[in-house]
């Protein structure tokens, strides 16, 4: 599996991640991942659907709460072509948790937790940490890559506007 340094820092500190690239124009990769309630869930049946992805290192930390929320907020706006994914490293019983603290009823929050096998088709899996590196992806209802932001410092938030922008142009 291909490593990529200088992308991503953390407090200033670089890091590596693991995964080919995924760039604009690319196909979604199907990947499984854990729901809330343990099941799998494969990516493809969102397909249809525009989807915001929003990768975070853990819900249980500032920024990830503060972006989780925010998407939530927003998906409740954006209508029923739109699915708003939260995925991270974190497992499901942490995150039904945490949606169940935060009244986050307009999102999915899906784990990657058993396989990073989301992490390293994005090419997000954090090497020294085994977490997703903040970033945002938005797929088109065919599955395609319309949008692409990770964001180099993982204590930052996203730029949410343009995830947003890049979402409403694909309804």
Request: hydrophobic share 40%; glycine share 6%; proline share 5%.
């Amino acid at each position: 599996m291909p490593e990529r340094t200088d992308i991503v820092t953390f407090q200033g500190n670089p890091l590596t991640l693991i995964g080919d690239e995924i760039k604009v124009g690319d196909k979604l990769p199907d990947c499984q991942l854990v729901g809330n309630d343990l099941s799998p869930v494969q990516l493809s049946s969102f397909k249809g659907k525009v989807c915001i992805i929003s990768c975070v290192p853990s819900l249980d930390t500032p920024v990830c709460d503060l972006q989780t929320k925010r998407f939530n907020e927003e998906a409740g706006k954006l209508g029923d072509d739109v699915a708003v994914i939260t995925v991270s490293m974190d497992l499901p019983f942490a995150q039904q948790r945490w949606c169940g603290n935060s009244n986050a009823e307009n999102i999915t929050t899906l784990s990657d937790y058993m396989t990073a096998e989301l992490a390293q088709a994005l090419g997000i899996l954090i090497k020294e940490l085994r977490l997703l590196a903040r970033s945002v992806f938005v797929v088109d209802k065919q599955g395609v890559m319309s949008y692409v932001q990770i964001v180099s410092e993982i204590t930052n938030e996203p730029d949410y506007e343009e995830v947003l922008k890049a979402a409403k142009e694909m309804v």
